[in-house]
């Protein structure tokens, strides 16, 4: 009988004597809700009279039958073109609830088609989030009706840096190439509903009040400095140009993210709140103005005001603010669920403060990070997270009392695409690091890495099968 390999594992999986023959084990397998099951439990009993799938939602339903497709291809070819699918008990949830993956879509624009390719490698790994990365200093994505120049000006860049940044670089070389493109909100939609359909949650990013040059050049009365137009940035690193801190940009955004909400049903919407700069706010009289108003001492505490301004939109509609791990440093609502990239301790700092946290830590999920050898492998950010580094991630960091650890409610890999021109590019950087990750995010029991990759080989096939290509195993 071949290998069963499943990825990622389930919790506990025992084969039992005999085997099922059937012509068609997909169609004739029983699949049911059961109330006798946790809502995120399923359980596949395959005996010798046949396979029965049972769960305790439709949710968890979705990931026994992905699991129950991935046995499938343990079967053996039987009399009269009918298969032998083992006999197996298979009793399976997972450890977290939020099980992310990012694309960033902003600093090189995705084509639809390869987002619901994305969609569908997410649900290959039973993941249940997807976290598109819409707007950035780079290009801006969402078709907003409102405030159409975001997409005529602002998802189109002239051209392009070529090699890597550094901090310290002054000159650039560029490609000379227009780059861009935006999804129209039926896109989005179609996003969406594909992905609802496999048990996936789209969550959009609307980076703010930083990493918006791109809508800054796209309306300049949203910047500090009107009277000086700029571009949609052409190189990576961080942009001074944020966003002021006027009535009419709060009422900007205000509109913007009820838009956004339109397109989105899910419960979470990011608002992002990293890498701010303050700079441009110290030097505004009328953000000076602001900040005395409100009895501030610092201009960098502008951000959680206005944070807190647009985001009573989102608690109108009954939705959950989320935001990278800068917000627990801006006074941020209490509710807003952090996710903790600039390295483990900083989900400690989230989770201690009583914020529910997403662990996404550069050092172990950043998928920009080199996997091998700078040398031989594609222009990267820089860091090293080769496979067998993500394989041993811990989701959950040391130090956190019982009460704390509970408020880790899952984790995500983050695929940033400024070193990455298109599909191919992010495949190879994507994968298969994401099938490790999932191991992790679903709290598959640990094995040696030498046996996790035993199952790994056989399940780059069904990686191949999408139509996405993969970084191949050293």
Same mark, same amino acid.
């Given at each position: 009988m071949?290998?069963?390999?499943?990825?990622?594992? =389930?919790?506990?999986?025992?084969?039992?004597e005999g085997r099922w023959v059937t012509a068609d084990p997909g169609t004739e397998a029983v699949r049911t809700v059961v109330e006798n099951l946790a809502e995120t439990e399923y359980r596949i009993d395959v005996t010798a009279e046949g396979a029965r799938l049972s769960a305790g939602s439709?949710?968890?339903?979705?990931?026994?039958?992905?699991t129950f497709l991935q046995l499938l291809d343990a079967a053996e070819p039987a009399e009269d073109g009918a298969?032998?699918?083992?006999?197996?008990?298979?009793?399976?949830?997972p450890r977290f609830g939020w099980r992310g993956l990012m694309l960033d879509v902003a600093r090189h624009f995705l084509p639809k088609e390869f987002v619901l390719r994305i969609v569908d490698v997410a649900a290959l790994h039973r993941l249940n989030v997807l976290h598109l990365h819409l707007t950035d200093d780079q290009g801006w994505r969402v078709e907003i009706d409102a405030y159409p120049k975001l997409t005529e000006i602002g998802a189109w860049r002239d051209q392009t840096m070529v090699g890597k940044m550094s901090h310290e670089q002054t000159e650039f070389s560029f490609d000379g190439q227009r780059h861009g493109g935006f999804y129209t909100k039926d896109d989005l939609?179609?996003?969406?509903?594909?992905?609802?359909?496999?048990?996936?949650t789209i969550? =959009?990013?609307?980076d703010l009040p930083g990493h918006m040059q791109a809508a800054v050049a796209a309306y300049p009365e949203l910047g500090n400095h009107p009277d000086?137009?700029?571009?949609v940035r052409q190189i990576w690193g961080i942009s001074d140009d944020v966003l002021n801190v006027n009535d009419a940009t709060v009422d900007f955004v205000r509109t913007v993210l009820r838009e956004v909400l339109e397109i989105f049903p899910g419960p979470y919407i990011h608002l992002g709140g990293d890498e701010c700069p303050a700079k441009q706010w110290r030097e505004s009289d009328e953000a000076q103005k602001r900040q005395a108003e409100l009895g501030l001492t610092e201009a960098s505490q502008l951000q959680g005001w206005f944070t807190a301004q647009v985001a009573s939109v989102l608690a109108e509609d009954g939705r959950r603010l989320v935001g990278w791990d800068e917000m627990v440093e801006t006074d941020c609502p209490k509710d807003a669920v952090i996710m903790a990239w600039r390295g483990a301790d900083r989900g400690e700092i989230a989770a201690k403060a009583g914020h529910d946290v997403v662990m996404a830590p550069c050092e172990s999920v950043y998928f920009d990070y080199y996997q091998g050898d700078p040398a031989t492998e594609p222009l990267a950010i820089g860091g090293f997270i080769p496979l067998e580094k993500v394989y041993d991630f811990e989701v959950v960091p040391a130090g956190l009392t019982e009460e704390e650890q509970a408020r880790i409610v899952g984790t995500q890999c983050q695929i940033w695409t400024e070193y990455m021109e298109g599909p191919e590019q992010v495949a190879y950087m994507l994968l298969p690091r994401l099938s490790a990750f999932a191991e992790r995010a679903w709290g598959s029991p640990r094995t040696s890495y030498p046996e996790f990759l035993d199952r790994l080989r056989p399940h780059l096939g069904r990686i191949e099968k999408l139509g996405l290509d993969y970084r191949p195993l050293d």
């Open positions: 071949p290998e069963i390999a499943i990825v990622p594992a =389930p919790r506990e999986l025992v084969v039992e439709a949710e968890a339903l979705l990931w026994a039958d992905q298969v032998a699918v083992p006999a197996v008990r298979i009793a399976d949830a939609r179609e996003i969406v509903a594909y992905a609802a359909e496999r048990g996936i969550v =959009p990013e609307i000086e137009p700029i571009g």
